[in-house]
């Protein structure tokens, strides 16, 4: 189970997060930071990301998706933030990867936040993260199949 849950990104006290001693954040990219197939992100989610490094976060992202290299203006605003795809979450391998890649950050003190329970929350759990679970973006962005797996998982939380 998530250890928390917030409307969205926006509404996580993130200043609460440092003083516990959170060092790292891992993001779920498609209905965590945009809409699914996400192709720009929002300048405020943008400067939700400039704000959490200002802050001294280490910061990274976590895609399932295959073909995020083809999304050339979002990999353009996201230069320098690691990101890991596809992750093949819940499996464990892409967020080794991540953290491996943000200098092995103590998993006491890393944050997994994402939108979906059985790939994010689970995933983060199996390594011993904190795990922030939020509302889709934009629940109606997402492919049925999408849309039907989220029906599942919440009757699996229930």
Known sequence: MPDERYPSVFQIPW????????????????????????????????????ALRT?????GILSNA??????????QQL????LVYPAQKPSTKGFL????????PSPQFTVMVGDQWC??????????LRAVL????????EPWWARLRRAVERLIVR
Request: hydrophobic content about 45%; glycine content about 8%.
């Open 15 to 50: 200043a609460q997060l440092k003083a516990e001693g959170v060092t790292a954040v891992l993001l779920d990219l498609d209905n965590t930071l945009g809409p699914w197939g996400v192709q720009t992100l929002d300048p405020q989610v943008l400067e939700l990301l400039r």
């Open 55 to 59: 802050a001294g976060f280490s910061i």
């Open 66 to 75: 295959k073909q995020v290299h083809l999304r050339a203006n979002l990999l």
């Open 79 to 82: 230069q320098g933030v690691p």
């Open 97 to 104: 990867k991540l953290l491996q890649e943000l200098e092995n």
């Open 119 to 128: 790939t994010d929350v689970l995933g983060a759990k199996r390594l011993g």
């Open 134 to 141: 939020i509302k889709p973006f934009d629940p109606a962005s």
